[in-house]
Structure formats: structure tokens, C-alpha cells
């Protein structure tokens, strides 16, 4: 009997410990969402799709309006993940000094002219199979942002109405960044 409960306090302690791991440790291997020829990254749609969910669902437990998919966010957010994964760094500012806001303004897509304000979250991971269980590699995700102060707010910020996910995956790397918009 008591070793019973020892083997059950273990197999507990372990599963506790496993399901906490750092968000550094996701791997990424996709069969679905489109791949760019050249470079072999991957773009999980479903994945994205899930994310938005997730932070929609978040934003209701907490009293706030959904965020409105936007396709010209998304597409500046995946490319904000390809660039990562290309050039090999992890921060809101690129090696040549890009910022968020940078970006906008130099791009200047239409509708830049009505945002007022943006924001933007960024992951990465690596070693973790999300291929059968994107759920479950979403949940990672939007739960690291929202235990993280700075991530948390951008989700929970009253003022944004829009939101686009991008995630650019290869080989076992997965990065993922989150563009937040109000439009005036």
C-alpha cells in the first residue's frame, strides 16, 4: 500500500513538473498550413486560429470584448515570426534595430492610417510535437503570455479591437507573434 502511494506522489510530482516546463521547450513538427518553398517555414493556420480563440476566450473571462481577426496583422505578425526564425534572435526589435512601430510606419499598409495604438507578443519554442495535439501546443502558448505581466496586458488591453497571429515553424523551432490594434 505505501509503496502504491509513493509510486503515485512520484508519477504526480512528475506529470505537475512536465506540464509547468518553460515555454522554451515546444517542438514543432506540422503536417498542416502553408510552407514557403524557399525556406521550408511553415505556417500552422489552425494553430493561429487556435491562439485567437484562446485569447478571445481569455479576454471574456475577464469582461472584455473579443478582438476582431485581422488579415494584415496577421500577415505582418508571420512575417515578424519568419523573420526570428530566419535571422535567429527572440525580441520585439530586430537585429537592425526594428521596433513594432517601425515597421508600421515604414510599410505603411492602408491601414495604418486608422490604428491608433499597437502592441505585440512574441514566443518560441523548440522540441515539443504539436502535430497531433495543436490544442494543446496553443494553450502553451497563450497561458505563457498570460502569465507574464507585460503579455498579459497587451491581451487584456480594454482599447484594442483588432488582432493578428502569426506562426512560422521549421524543424523543431516554433515562434509565434501576436499584433494588437485599435482602430480610430
Same mark, same amino acid.
Given at each position: 500500500?505505501?509503496?502504491?502511494?509513493? +509510486?503515485?506522489? /512520484?508519477?504526480?510530482?512528475?506529470? /505537475?513538473?512536465?506540464?509547468?516546463?518553460?515555454?522554451?521547450?515546444?517542438?514543432?513538427?506540422?503536417?498542416? %498550413?502553408?510552407?514557403?518553398?524557399?525556406? *521550408?517555414?511553415?505556417?500552422?493556420?489552425?494553430?493561429?486560429?487556435?491562439i485567437l480563440q484562446?485569447?478571445?476566450?481569455?479576454?471574456?473571462?475577464?469582461?472584455?470584448?473579443?478582438?476582431?481577426?485581422?488579415?494584415?496583422?496577421a500577415a505582418k505578425?508571420?512575417?515578424? !515570426?519568419?523573420? $526570428?526564425?530566419?535571422?535567429?534572435?527572440?525580441?520585439?526589435?530586430?537585429?537592425?534595430?526594428?521596433?513594432?512601430?517601425?515597421?508600421?510606419?515604414?510599410?505603411?499598409?492602408?491601414?495604418?492610417?486608422?490604428?491608433?495604438?499597437? %502592441?505585440?507578443?512574441?514566443?518560441?519554442?523548440?522540441?515539443?510535437?504539436?502535430?497531433?495535439?495543436?490544442?494543446?501546443?496553443?494553450?502553451?502558448?497563450?497561458? *505563457? +503570455? $498570460?502569465?507574464?505581466? %507585460?503579455?498579459?496586458r497587451n491581451i487584456?488591453?480594454?482599447?484594442?479591437?483588432?488582432? *493578428?497571429? *502569426?506562426?512560422? /515553424?521549421?524543424?523543431?523551432?516554433?515562434? /509565434?507573434?501576436?499584433?494588437? !490594434?485599435?482602430?480610430?
Amino acid at each position: 500500500m505505501r509503496s502504491n502511494l509513493k +509510486w503515485t506522489a /512520484a508519477v504526480s510530482i512528475l506529470l /505537475a513538473a512536465l506540464l509547468h516546463l518553460p515555454l522554451a521547450y515546444g517542438q514543432v513538427r506540422t503536417t498542416s %498550413g502553408a510552407v514557403s518553398k524557399s525556406s *521550408g517555414i511553415q505556417h500552422p493556420k489552425e494553430l493561429e486560429r487556435r491562439i485567437l480563440q484562446l485569447t478571445n476566450e481569455a479576454r471574456r473571462k475577464n469582461g472584455l470584448a473579443p478582438l476582431y481577426p485581422d488579415n494584415d496583422l496577421a500577415a505582418k505578425a508571420r512575417a515578424k !515570426s519568419d523573420d $526570428m526564425l530566419m535571422n535567429k534572435y527572440f525580441s520585439h526589435t530586430s537585429p537592425e534595430g526594428k521596433t513594432l512601430k517601425d515597421r508600421f510606419q515604414e510599410e505603411k499598409p492602408a491601414s495604418f492610417q486608422t490604428i491608433s495604438r499597437i %502592441g505585440e507578443n512574441i514566443y518560441m519554442g523548440a522540441r515539443f510535437d504539436y502535430a497531433t495535439d495543436v490544442k494543446t501546443q496553443a494553450r502553451m502558448i497563450v497561458d *505563457g +503570455w $498570460m502569465t507574464s505581466p %507585460g503579455h498579459r496586458r497587451n491581451i487584456l488591453e480594454a482599447n484594442y479591437t483588432h488582432l *493578428g497571429v *502569426g506562426v512560422s /515553424a521549421k524543424d523543431k523551432i516554433c515562434y /509565434a507573434t501576436q499584433i494588437f !490594434s485599435q482602430v480610430k
